[in-house]
């Protein structure tokens, strides 16, 4: 099962993927505690997936004590305000990678959760150490590739060219039927964007 929790001003996407009550996180964002708190009593709670490393994105897993899977080129996120953006905003980064156990990721890596098994695609472009996991039929893409649209890629560590080539390499990976669950906005199809997104 999948569940969408919206948090935070910039309507962030957090996914909690269950299965026989324990689950896994995927970005959870800005404003998350009373969120953190709900998954609490539901859950056992086994990890958190980061799709890249912005404020967003990753705030809230200061209110978790699980292991944090990251690739490995976005770890100087988790200790650099510059690069997750809390200093653009004005704020203070609230923790460190060293509060954290981390599991650091390589493209093309596979590893077993709550039941599912998870595959790690490294798509730089929207940062340098952006990724999309697949799993079970679904895509999660972060903020690499949206319904109709994709994600920016003037925020530091962004690349353009490296954006193209990675939503190339999305197209031409997966089949028309997989579901897109993106950073922002609503759940797409591979098969519909390839046919209307105008970045594709």
Do not use: W
């Amino acid at each position: 099962m999948i569940e969408k929790i919206v948090t935070g001003e910039f309507q962030t996407n957090t996914y909690v993927i269950s299965n026989q009550g324990k689950c896994i996180l995927v970005d959870p964002g800005l404003d998350f505690k009373r969120s953190a708190e709900r998954i609490k009593e539901k859950y056992e709670i086994q990890a958190i997936l980061l799709t890249h490393g912005h404020i967003d994105h990753i705030d809230g897993i200061r209110f978790f004590n699980v292991p944090i899977y990251i690739h490995e080129a976005e770890l100087p996120f988790l200790n650099d305000s510059s690069l997750s953006l809390y200093r653009m905003l004005g704020l203070t980064q609230p923790f460190s990678s060293a509060q954290f156990k981390i599991i650091p990721l390589k493209d093309g890596m596979e590893f077993e959760l709550i039941g599912y098994k998870f595959k790690v695609y490294h798509m730089p472009g929207h940062t340098k150490g952006s990724v999309v996991y697949a799993y079970h039929r679904k895509l999660l893409s972060g903020d690499t590739l949206f319904h109709m649209s994709m994600g920016r890629t003037d925020f530091p560590t962004g690349d353009a060219s490296k954006m193209r080539n990675s939503l190339k390499r999305i197209i031409d990976t997966f089949e028309d039927s997989i579901e897109v669950y993106p950073g922002h906005d609503e759940k797409t199809t591979i098969g519909f964007e390839r046919k209307h997104n105008p970045y594709l």
